[in-house]
Structures are given as C-alpha cells and as structure tokens.
C-alpha cells in the first residue's frame, strides 16, 4: 500500500514539474527580447562612442579629413598643454566649492525634514531645483545676478551701497558657478540622504537620549557615521557631476573673465567644435575619465563606501 501511494505521490510531482517546465519553456526567449533595447541602447550610445573616443584619441582628426593615426603624440602635447592644467585648476576649485558646500546643506537640510517635518509638498518644492533644466537654471540666476538689475544686487546695493559683479570678475566667477550648481543638486541630494536617515532605527536616537546626549552630539556622533555609505554614494556623485560641468558655464560666463571659469569641458568644447580638432579633444576627455575612475574608487577605498557602523 505505501508502495502504491509513493508512486503516486512520483507521479504527481512529475506531473507538476512537466507542467512548470512547460510553463517557464519561454522565458529565455521572451528574457531576450525585453532586456535587448537596453543592450542595443548601451552598446550604440555607450560603448560604440567610448571605443571611438579612445581611438580618436590617438589621432588627428579635424572632421573633414580621415583620422591619422599619430600614436602618443596627442597626450605629449597634453602633457605640456598649459590652458588644460588652468582648466584643470579651475574644474577643481569649482568642484571644491560645489561639493563640500552642497552635501553640508543637503545633509542639514535631509535632516531637518526628518526631524522636524513629514510633509510630502515641502519635499517635493526641495526636489523641484533638480528637475529644472540646467540651462533654465543659469538663465535665471544670471538674471537674479545681474550687476544692474538684478534682484540681489538691488538688495546688496540697499544694504551696503555697493554693487557685485558676480560673473564679470576673477574672484567671483567660480563661486557664483557653484551656487548655481548647489541650489540645482540640493534637493535630489538631499532626498537620497533623506531616504538614508529612514533606515537608522529609531531606538538608536532613544538610548542616546537616555545617555544625556544633544541633539548636536546625536548628529555627529550617530547621524554622521550611520549615513556613510549614503553620504559616499552622494558625495561621488556630486564629484563627478561636478567634474562634468558645462551648460551652467556656457550659459552665465562662458569661461571667462580672462578664462577665470574657463573648466575643462568648456575647454573640451572650444579644442572639438570650436578649433574641429577632435582628436586632441577625446585626447582630454580621455584624460578626464580616467581621473573619475581613480578619485571614484579612490574615494569608496578610503570611505569604506560598503561598510556602516549599524554593522
């Protein structure tokens, strides 16, 4: 008899495997067929165009005649190219700028929201800065800058007596261009780290509490070192937004004065559809990827990006 029930109970389980092979007999195909736009997207809008770049790299290449292949000679000249290192300088003093003043007020901002407010609209008026575009963006804070009829000079000249001329001088150029750039990514970093301060248990904040800590020792001591991996994550991807500065520039200063906020895609710019020497432009963008990779891992090493201290 219990010989007679186990065949049956055999029976059954191949009975249902046959029919859940049958059932999952096209998923491979079907797989294939929904994750082939992405593929045909990475492959055409990414991969193809760094393949080519790379080899651009090595040439000389002025659009209306084939490339030649010149081999290192595009980074010798690169080596010794004194306009890409003041680009460099500048893309670094801007990058500077933008990053630790950007996360500082994303962080308090995040953590203000969590603590102090739950609503969705004021959450979303923070985000609504990212959602502009960037050259909507410079557009109106160049109007709001402007020397002469600018809202903030007007309020500037009531208090002071004295006007700025935010984008027309050396000292200020950069600056302004970081302001831009931290009232645009605001919102969407401070979100992230928003979403980041919801998973801290909140019998962490309690037992602090109970200890006699402030709210400012809470904040530094656990705030702080429970968001790590969301700050690094925020913080790479404010360095390479930052590194990838054009339309905010191309826009309000247009590198100058005197190539004051001249940053290395301006430069990148001018060398490619300015000068039509392509070649020697993917030479430098070239350049720039590799510095992103580097400070990229460099900064999830030093970080500890896969770590926290919940751990």
């Known amino acids: 008899?219990?010989?007679?029930?186990e065949q049956g109970r055999g029976r059954a389980r191949g009975s249902t495997s046959g029919r859940a092979s049958a059932a999952h007999r096209h998923d491979g195909?079907?797989?294939?067929?929904?994750?082939?736009?992405a593929v045909v997207g990475f492959l055409v809008f990414f991969a193809y165009p760094t393949v080519r770049g790379i080899y651009l790299s090595f040439t000389d290449f002025h659009v209306l005649t084939p490339p030649k292949w010149v081999g290192l000679a595009n980074f010798r000249e690169l080596v010794g190219d004194d306009v890409f290192w003041h680009s460099l300088r500048v893309t670094?003093?801007?990058?500077?700028?933008?990053?630790?003043?950007?996360?500082?007020?994303s962080l308090v901002t995040a953590v203000v929201l969590h603590r102090l407010t739950r609503s969705t609209v004021?959450?979303?008026?923070?985000?609504?800065?990212?959602?502009?575009?960037?050259?909507v963006a410079a557009l109106v804070w160049s109007w709001m800058?402007?020397?002469?009829?600018?809202?903030?000079?007007?309020?500037?000249?009531?208090?002071?007596?004295?006007?700025?001329?935010?984008?027309?001088?050396?000292?200020?150029?950069?600056?302004s261009l970081a302001l831009i750039s931290v009232w645009k990514s605001m919102g969407?970093?401070?979100?992230?780290?928003?979403?980041?301060?919801?998973?801290?248990?909140?019998?962490?904040?309690?037992?602090?509490?109970?200890?006699g800590a402030s709210e400012f020792q809470m904040f530094r001591r656990l705030t702080v070192p429970l968001l790590r991996p969301i700050l690094v994550m925020v913080v790479i991807l404010s360095v390479i937004s930052s590194f990838q500065v054009f339309d905010i520039v191309q826009v309000t200063?247009?590198?100058?004065?005197a190539d004051a906020s001249n940053v290395l895609q301006m430069y990148i710019y001018d060398k490619a559809f300015s000068q039509f020497d392509f070649g020697y432009a993917a030479t430098m963008s070239l350049a720039l990827f590799v510095m992103l990779i580097a400070i990229t891992f460099t900064q999830m090493r030093l970080a500890r990006a896969n770590e926290s201290d919940l751990n």
């Open 92 to 105: 670094l003093y801007f990058v500077l700028l933008s990053v630790v003043v950007g996360v500082l007020v």
């Open 29 to 37: 195909r079907l797989a294939l067929i929904l994750i082939t736009p």
């Open 145 to 175: 800058l402007d020397p002469q009829l600018g809202i903030v000079n007007v309020v500037l000249n009531k208090l002071t007596g004295h006007t700025v001329m935010f984008f027309g001088t050396s000292s200020w150029a950069v600056p």
């Open 122 to 135: 004021i959450r979303a008026l923070i985000l609504l800065p990212f959602l502009i575009s960037g050259v």
């Open 188 to 211: 969407y970093n401070a979100v992230l780290i928003f979403a980041g301060l919801q998973t801290i248990p909140a019998t962490v904040y309690e037992a602090g509490r109970i200890d």
């Open 253 to 257: 200063t247009k590198g100058g004065p």
């Open 1 to 5: 008899m219990a010989q007679v029930i």
